[in-house]
């Protein structure tokens, strides 16, 4: 998250100024819920790669890519994220749900880590 801090400030930052300068909301909450959510979506994709690679382990040693699973589950993710790109709704619903998931995701995905990866990270040949 160290590495994705910075840009998630950046860019959460670059759309509360352009909601303001658009003609903005009279709800001042909504510019925190942009912002919290894009912290929130940066701290799911950093949690979301290592978990999928902790879990899956998709790489040998030469660097390969030997896992199936590995391409489909960031497909889906990733087709996930296009669909929910063409719904519209309010900034207040869509983040509120975005941290939620967020959160619980993150809180899931570390404690399927701490108990599964031991007996999944192995070295693919």
Avoid: W
């Amino acid at each position: 998250m160290k590495v994705n801090a910075l840009p998630a400030v950046v860019i959460g930052t670059g759309l509360c100024v352009i909601l303001y300068a658009a003609g903005g909301t009279d709800n001042l909450l909504n510019y925190l819920v942009l912002f919290v959510s894009i912290l929130c979506m940066s701290l799911f994709f950093s949690i979301h790669y290592l978990t999928i690679y902790y879990l899956l382990q998709p790489y040998n040693a030469g660097t390969e890519m030997k896992s199936g699973m590995y391409q489909v589950i960031m497909s889906v993710t990733y087709l996930i994220c296009f669909l929910l790109m063409q719904v519209r709704m309010p900034i207040l619903v869509f983040g509120i749900a975005c941290i939620a998931f967020c959160v619980v995701y993150s809180i899931v995905a570390c404690v399927l880590v701490y108990r599964f990866a031991p007996k999944t990270f192995r070295l693919r040949t």
